[in-house]
């Protein structure tokens, strides 16, 4: 539930098109693998009925439907089948505007009489009216390209009875149906659903390819890659969204900041940061959650430096408060982080919460911990 | 409502996709159903003797044949000349049947036509014979997930159907059906396929499709779909479509991600040595390669899981290549059992929920292991008081671990951490006890094994003999307490001021700092309290034991009760810091 993981981002943030592109396949970058079995599928016309894309957001799942959609519907498609990106069905695909590619997503056009669509009503799940769209639509013969292409963004998001509904159709679909299914975890999805489907896993992408694709591929300065793909954890949209947007950034900073000077203030200070951020939490959670985050991550660089390990990037004032403190209290301050942020998230007092968290950090005193009152970047 | 119909392989348009294997190979004969046999030879009797029943309920997990014998048996009802059962697969009927354009076979999708309306419909429709063959058959697949008022309105028809109606329910989920749907049908439940058949069958396929693979990969592949044929079918499928129609054991062993990361083994070690820079050295090296997470944790609490049967001796037949036998070999012979079972349960509650691709949920759960750091709300009330309480019961010797990995800097980081208000005690209690404790209590390793026992809560007036029933229920306390304050609330309130003081065979002498509290146990609520104390002690320790409240003065010169201690918390911690002196009441 972090702020940089909401689904729908995922498939906005494709990866980089055009020139830059030309050593990653289909424009993945980090699925050499997958987009590899999938190619060779559509190649020797082996390509599955259904299929389940699983991975973190960000990790471009949406991306890698698109290019599969784009692939079987491109009008000039390269000779390894890859999709032009230039021709009329390719862009109509990356615009979402293709009548053969519906993309079925929390709040849509449902197939009842009584409510048409579910865009203004405040779904928070798939609903089953939307999946028996899904099941009359598909029984109809494509427009344009020879295929209909159904995205499930994301399976996570069907009601129970949604995700049965599909059953029969994602078993059987007609002979022109495709089916991707795009999915956080596999483990959390139907056994039923996930047995009937072709999975693919996207994984996260081992640090320094990720640094090096971000070089490469979208010209991002190597100090800052650096930083990127260390943060992303392996997901290159992530990393791109990151650097997208600046004030993700600023909010980090100074969340950090705001850690360096609470291991060092007293008791009422506490409080007054516990208020503020209660207050903030009422308006804007994700900024709260994002703000527990980067504190996790803050005391994770403290652990690591604590327990004797260097390397990836560590923040100049962890490193001063590790100075200052024993792995144990990282691990009691980051218990307490992850204990409110779940509290947080199963919506108790969150002012109670907060301020139980401020008592359970740790207070550092003494000597080397005065190093921290100058913050040194 | 909309029927769903099998396309043949013969009939999908060259530019659509070619079937998956898992529809290609759906059987067509009762022969051909792996695993079922029991199931299958009744069916087939019922279609030879020309008496099948008007209602069946096949239930199982997925995979497992349900909707393809609903299929078959369909087929062979209404087949021109069936062998012993079997549909002859060459009547206009069984061609018509196999090319999925039979008319006498309603396919209904009950997940998705679930109201009352859509059961309406059918009941009407079972009025009309059928169109060519003797029977229609109505396959209602996940029928679990009907309405109730759909299932209610279900109940007459499918008791007394027209003669030329048959209704196969099929369901994953039989325990959503209601009874009075059960009892109309004749029930089949499905077992999982063994793995012998399994394997039979994906060999079957494999041949058929000309696939190639390494002696001993079918069984791989077979032993990953636990029983469920749609999925042994479809990794197989997916195994060659990742690696081509040939496939070495290498291949099939990371498809299936069955591949066991040297970097497992290391944090095993590490959680087992408790290790902290090790351990996190290695979760960085995972995650850093982009390993997912949760996979690595999940092979490190296998192998972990192997350690204790080869430490238990029950490892004769592991599923490993002799390198990674011989490093768990090496790993279980230097380690003991609670350090393994304590090393299990740290990474096997890993709880991932919210963030299921982030490395931190692990790294929290192995640094709280290696460094002992138990939350505050899940710390025992058993604090160790006083020197000596921890001194009368004897400790098993700590195996030599790495309290801390930079031994050098430790000294330094030593005196600001006995200032840190949330251990007013620290100064004056040694490390070790208290590591110990928290330890213990996470660990709760089995009985054989030598007990670390925890202190007793109490600091005790006399040094006296304690026999071995004493020493045991004063060990017991705490759990005696948790187990009373669940029973009755009052109960464990008082037991907070309580302590075993004899115990002569089956009577225990409680003692209790005061003497309304004697009075309260012994007659309060018709003796409700005490009742509740006793069942506590027969929780706790399996024992019966009657219960003799006393008053112990003794108990209260011995200073405020540790778990007034323990159990006051930020406020008090707080109230102290400012300079509050906690008073004797």
Known sequence: MSTDATPTDASDAPAPSGPQASEAPWGIVGHDHAVGALRRAVEAGRLAHAYLFTGPPGAGKGALATRLAQALSCDTPAEDSAPCLVCRSCRQVEAGESPDIERIRIGGVCDESGHPDHSGDRSTRIRICQVR??????????????????????????????????????????????????????????????????????????????????????????????????????????????????????????AAEEM?????????????????????????????????????????????????????????????????????????ALQAIQRAREHLLANTNAQLVLEVLMLDLPVLAGKEARGLATPAG | MKELIASDPAEVAPAATQQVLYRKWRPRRFGDVYGQTPITRTLRNAVAGGTPSHAYLFSGPRGTGKTTTGRILAKAVNCAAPMEGE?????????????????????????????????????????????????????????????????????????????????????????????????????????????????????????????????????????????????????????VAYHGRSLTLDDIRSGLGLVVDSRAYEMARAAVTRDLRAGLEALNAARDDGIEIRAFVREVVSALRLALLLKAGAGEELPLSDAQAEELRTLAAGAQVADIVAALRALGEVDFAGDAYDSLPAEIAFASLATGAVPASATPASVPAAPQAAAATPARPAPPRAERPAPARAPAREAPRTEAPRRPAASEVPAAPQAEAPRAASAAPPPAEPTPTPPAPFALPDGGEVSD????????????????RKIDFKAGALLNTGFVKSVQDDRVVVGFRFENHVDMVRDAEGGRVRQAIEQALSEATGRQFTVEPVHWEELQQAGPSPARQSSGGHMVEEAQRLGAVPLDE
């Open chain 1, 133 to 254: 769209r899904v099941e009359r639509v598909a029984s109809l013969a494509p427009f344009r390209s020879r295929r209909r292409i159904f995205v499930i963004d994301t399976a996570d998001d069907l009601q129970t009875e949604a995700a049965h509904a599909l059953l029969k159709t994602l078993e059987e679909p007609p002979p022109t149906v495709l089916l991707l299914m795009l999915a956080t975890d596999g483990d959390a999805l139907l056994p039923t659903i996930r047995s009937r489907c072709q999975e693919i896993a996207l994984r996260p992408m081992p640090a320094p390819a990720l640094e090096a694709a971000l070089v490469a591929h979208a010209g991002i300065a190597e100090h800052e890659a650096r930083e990127l793909s260390a943060l992303a954890q392996g997901r290159y949209g992530l990393a791109m969204r990151m650097h997208a947007d600046p004030s993700l950034r600023v909010l980090r900073e100074t």
């Open chain 1, 260 to 332: 360096a000077r609470l291991v060092l203030a007293d008791r009422n200070e506490r409080f007054d940061a516990a208020e503020t951020l209660a207050q903030r939490w009422t308006r804007e959670r994700d900024s709260v959650l994002a703000t527990l985050d980067t504190w996790r991550g803050w005391w994770r660089d403290v652990l690591q430096v604590t327990a004797g390990l260097e390397g990836g990037v560590i923040s100049e004032s962890a490193r001063a408060a590790s100075e200052a403190c024993a792995p144990r209290d990282a691990v009691l």
């Open chain 2, 87 to 239: 549909p002859d697969e060459a009547c206009p009927s069984c061609l018509s049947y196999n090319a999925g354009r039979a008319l006498d076979l309603i396919e209904l999708d009950a997940a998705s036509n679930r109201g009352i309306d859509e059961i309406r419909d059918l009941r009407e429709g079972t009025g009309y014979a059928p169109s060519s063959g003797r029977f229609k058959v109505y396959l209602i697949d996940e029928v679990h997930m009907l309405t109730d008022a759909a299932f209610n309105a279900l109940l007459k028809t499918l008791e007394e159907p027209p003669p030329h109606v048959i209704f196969i329910l099929a369901t994953t989920e039989p325990h959503k059906i209601p009874a009075t749907i059960t009892s109309r049908c004749q029930r089949f439940d499905f077992r999982r396929i063994t793995l012998s058949a399994t394997v039979e069958r994906v060999e079957e396929i494999g041949a058929g499709e000309g696939f190639e693979l390494e002696a001993g990969g079918y069984e791989l592949v077979a032993r990953e779909a636990t029983g469920s044929l749609r999925d042994a079918i479809n990794l197989l499928d997916q195994l």
């Open chain 2, 469 to 484: 029933d004493l020493r045991m229920l004063r060990e017991q306390w705490d759990a005696v307490r948790t187990a009373a």
